[in-house]
């Protein structure tokens, strides 16, 4: 079964404190985003991997990294996380050549 | 870059028609439109996605006009479950892609 799993899938933490939300796929898939999502703003784009090493900025970038070190991973990096990084967040993939992304079950974040 | 307008809302009874409009007017030639929706906060889930000539599954039918500016997409019949925010999507430069803020689909019983 095509799955991608982000954990934790609920999580809260104070301002500063590191922390990764990781994003796993079972699909051999080339690319993967991360997206997030607020009240009145939709989805954006934050980050995404055309494949293994390669890593680009979406439309919100600040205040995250990424890594792909391996084609199943993509992992989202908060180093000092901030209140206005509240929010939830989507990981997706999507074929080489397809037209389809799969989502993740979403994660969402409180930074107090 | 291309990107996308929709309206924030509309409502439908059920068992109609559903057409939800979409404007990309900054659309390039080659690029997709795409449409997903997502019910409640789950993942957004695909639908269907078009090049120039309309399209159709078992989900829904896409119609995109000659200029490639604006498309629709049409629930043939639409039911409860089919309430969600339906997104328009096209791709930009770099492969990102816009969501955008969707519309938010209500069918009443």
Redesign the interface.
């Known amino acids: 079964e095509a799955q991608?799993t982000q954990n934790p899938r609920y999580l809260i933490t104070v301002t500063g404190k590191k922390l990764t939300v990781t994003c796993s796929q079972n699909m051999n898939h080339e690319?993967m985003?991360w997206?997030r999502?607020d009240p009145?703003?939709?989805?954006?784009?934050i980050y995404?991997s055309?494949n293994v090493e390669v890593t680009?900025k979406?439309?919100v970038p600040e205040g995250y990294k990424v890594s792909r070190k391996e084609k199943r991973n993509f992992p989202l990096i908060l180093e000092s996380p901030s209140p206005n990084q509240t929010s939830?967040y989507?990981c997706?993939t999507q074929g080489s050549g397809k037209?389809?992304?799969?989502?993740?079950?979403?994660t969402?974040l409180s930074v107090l | 870059d291309a990107k996308t307008t929709q309206p924030p809302s509309m409502d439908c009874a059920e068992g109609r028609a559903a057409n939800l409009p979409c404007n990309h007017s900054t659309i390039s030639g080659n690029e997709?439109v795409?449409w997903?929706r997502q019910i409640h906060?789950?993942?957004?889930?695909?639908i269907i996605?078009g090049l120039k000539n309309n399209e159709t599954n078992e989900m829904a039918s896409l119609i995109i006009t000659e200029d490639r500016k604006s498309s629709t997409l049409i629930l043939p019949h639409a039911t409860l479950r089919d309430t969600a925010v339906y997104?328009c999507i096209v791709r930009g430069t770099?492969?990102?892609?816009?969501?955008?803020?969707?519309t938010s689909l209500t069918v009443i019983p």
């Open positions: 991608v690319y985003s997206y999502q009145g703003l939709g989805l954006r784009q995404y055309m680009d979406g439309d939830l989507f997706a037209n389809i992304q799969y989502f993740g079950a979403g969402r | 997709y795409y997903y906060s789950q993942g957004p889930q695909y996605h997104y770099g492969n990102q892609f816009y969501f955008g803020t969707g």
